[in-house]
């Protein structure tokens, strides 16, 4: 089984709809991660936890909030989603700081 | 300027022949650095990580570092089509908080 895992894989909606992104881990690491990836602009950060009670915003958070409801699992919900958050989102995980990351399949977004 | 900063090419190469990666970050207390390897629509994974001044050898990946010149590359010797790929380098920031991660070079490999 994948130690990373994000749920759903693909997903389409509407503007103005709120919707989850769900990630789960069985790594055990405490750090946690959400980043966004689109053509040309690489990965750029969303929100990182380092633990269920440390939540910290990223470049990008406007428009996102995110929920550590257990060391193994980081949501990431769009409040109102917009054409402009259609990407390639991904959770991470490490254990930490200065070690690799571990990254989830991703989940495609289109936001219509 | 960026923290890490990558030439997004595309770099072609034919099979058989040696690809070279470069990248830049601008922290100079950076310790750590790696380099992912990107297929279209998957997710990174790690290729390689170098944490002190020279090469690091890995089967047909090597990683060289010089932290004077703030410059990490990626060597892949005999390349195959199945490198072809997005590689990304990534250095953790000097806080702990985050990688900065690069664009990205995309590498084809042809046969």
């Known amino acids: 089984d994948a130690d990373v895992t994000q749920t759903p894989r693909n997903r389409i909606t509407k503007t103005g709809k709120r919707i989850m992104l769900e990630c789960s881990q069985t790594?055990?690491?405490?750090?946690m991660y959400w980043y966004r990836q689109d053509p040309g602009l690489g990965l750029r950060l969303i929100y990182y936890s380092f633990d269920v009670k440390d939540i910290n915003k990223g470049e990008i958070s406007d428009g996102y909030s995110v929920s550590r409801q257990a060391q193994a699992k980081f949501s990431l919900s769009l409040e109102s989603a917009i054409p402009n958050q259609t990407a390639l989102y991904f959770c991470?995980?490490?254990?930490?700081?200065?070690?690799?990351?571990?990254f989830g399949p991703g989940t495609r977004l289109l936001v219509l | 300027q960026k923290e890490v900063e990558q030439n997004s090419g595309p770099l072609s190469v034919p099979e058989g022949a040696i690809a070279s990666l470069n990248c830049t970050y601008s922290d100079r207390v950076s310790q750590s650095f790696f380099w992912y390897r990107q297929y279209s629509g998957k997710s990174p994974e790690l290729i390689m990580s170098i944490y002190s001044n020279g090469d690091k050898e890995d089967g047909r990946f090597t990683a060289q570092l010089n932290k004077a010149s703030q410059y990490v590359s990626l060597l892949i010797r005999d390349s195959q089509p199945s490198d072809s790929a997005t590689y990304l380098c990534a250095v953790p920031s000097n806080t702990g908080n985050q990688f900065y991660f690069g664009t990205g070079t995309s590498l084809t490999v042809i046969p």
């Open positions: 991470a995980t490490s254990v930490n700081p200065w070690e690799t990351q571990y």
């Open positions: 790594k055990g690491h405490d750090r």
